[in-house]
């Protein structure tokens, strides 16, 4: 959105932040976080830290901006520079194809130390069994701590990926999977997430420009806060909108760590200078000053 553009869609109060007159305090708590803050998600309480380590910007086709930019041990001194700061939650997804990646960061760290999320676009029972068992294959693990189906648009994901969904239920009682779930692109798909038995943690879009999202803010928090309700996890996604918020960075780290609705978010740096920074901005962000 262009500055002029962005001016004239928002409060003088939001204009002004925008501008810089004060400090970012629209959505600023009393609480200090911090990117490597203990967070245990969902009803299985797995714990991840409040930020994880995104390799996925941009990603598609089996590869993302991580990926092409970096190389193999490029994100995976990402993944350990991240891991030096306290960021133990690593996330990634079979159409980034970063999970040689996650195994070669495993190598200079201990598995039992990082919390793995991956994402499968697998729909029937068979494509799920094949994913599963590759998937720890590439990643050179026995176990799967977060395991989402990718991208939900419709609301009848449920049962269009009810054989998929079986399979993952079956890993987790048996421990392959710690906890299931998924990431959603639509505010149909989203508002089912409350009502799935099935789902345990939700991962969606969450930023306060909606830039990116699956509603307007205040709409997908209602929702956000009715999926916490039922009990379940929620990781934000998009919370600097693919890059395109990076000028208001601090706005948009306020107003996620604020939400009483997402437990942890997700963020894509590129190289270890945004990493470090990512870091330092969160308890800036997150108390008044």
Same mark, same amino acid.
């Given at each position: 959105m262009f500055r002029r553009e962005f001016l004239t869609r928002t409060t003088p109060l939001a204009a002004a932040a925008a501008l810089g007159r004060f400090p970012y305090h629209l959505f600023a708590g009393t609480t200090k976080k911090s990117a490597s803050d203990r967070v245990k998600l969902g009803p299985a309480q797995v714990e991840v830290s409040r930020l994880a380590m995104g390799t996925g910007t941009n990603g598609y086709g089996g590869s993302s901006?991580?990926?092409?930019k970096l190389g193999l041990s490029g994100v995976a001194d990402l993944l350990q520079a991240a891991y030096d700061q306290g960021i133990t939650f690593w996330d990634a997804?079979?159409?980034?194809?970063?999970?040689?990646? +996650?195994?070669?960061g495993l190598k200079r760290v201990s598995r039992e130390k990082v919390t793995i999320l991956t994402k499968t676009r697998a729909s029937t029972?068979?494509?799920?069994?094949?994913? +599963?068992?590759?998937?720890?294959?590439?990643l050179n693990t026995d176990y799967i701590d977060i395991l989402l189906l990718h991208?939900?648009?419709?609301a009848n994901w449920t049962e269009r990926k009810k054989g998929a969904m079986a399979v993952i239920?079956?890993?987790?009682?048996?421990?392959?999977?710690?906890?299931q779930g998924a990431s959603f692109h639509s505010l149909d798909?989203?508002?089912?997430?409350?009502?799935?038995?099935?789902?345990?943690?939700c991962l969606a879009r969450i930023n306060p420009a909606g830039v990116s999202m699956d509603a307007d803010p205040q709409t997908v928090v209602g929702v956000l806060r009715q999926i916490k309700a039922a009990g379940k996890g929620v990781i934000g996604m998009k919370i600097l909108g693919v890059g395109r918020l990076r000028n208001r960075a601090d706005e948009c780290l306020q107003y996620v760590l604020s939400l009483d609705c997402v437990d942890c978010f997700t963020i894509?740096?590129?190289?270890r200078q945004e990493m470090a920074d990512l870091v330092k901005r969160i308890p800036a962000a997150s108390v008044r000053g």
């Amino acid at each position: 959105m262009f500055r002029r553009e962005f001016l004239t869609r928002t409060t003088p109060l939001a204009a002004a932040a925008a501008l810089g007159r004060f400090p970012y305090h629209l959505f600023a708590g009393t609480t200090k976080k911090s990117a490597s803050d203990r967070v245990k998600l969902g009803p299985a309480q797995v714990e991840v830290s409040r930020l994880a380590m995104g390799t996925g910007t941009n990603g598609y086709g089996g590869s993302s901006n991580q990926t092409r930019k970096l190389g193999l041990s490029g994100v995976a001194d990402l993944l350990q520079a991240a891991y030096d700061q306290g960021i133990t939650f690593w996330d990634a997804a079979d159409q980034y194809g970063t999970h040689p990646h +996650l195994r070669e960061g495993l190598k200079r760290v201990s598995r039992e130390k990082v919390t793995i999320l991956t994402k499968t676009r697998a729909s029937t029972e068979k494509e799920m069994r094949a994913d +599963l068992d590759r998937f720890r294959r590439e990643l050179n693990t026995d176990y799967i701590d977060i395991l989402l189906l990718h991208c939900m648009m419709d609301a009848n994901w449920t049962e269009r990926k009810k054989g998929a969904m079986a399979v993952i239920e079956e890993a987790r009682q048996k421990g392959i999977v710690k906890t299931q779930g998924a990431s959603f692109h639509s505010l149909d798909a989203l508002k089912v997430a409350a009502e799935s038995p099935w789902l345990q943690v939700c991962l969606a879009r969450i930023n306060p420009a909606g830039v990116s999202m699956d509603a307007d803010p205040q709409t997908v928090v209602g929702v956000l806060r009715q999926i916490k309700a039922a009990g379940k996890g929620v990781i934000g996604m998009k919370i600097l909108g693919v890059g395109r918020l990076r000028n208001r960075a601090d706005e948009c780290l306020q107003y996620v760590l604020s939400l009483d609705c997402v437990d942890c978010f997700t963020i894509g740096s590129e190289n270890r200078q945004e990493m470090a920074d990512l870091v330092k901005r969160i308890p800036a962000a997150s108390v008044r000053g």
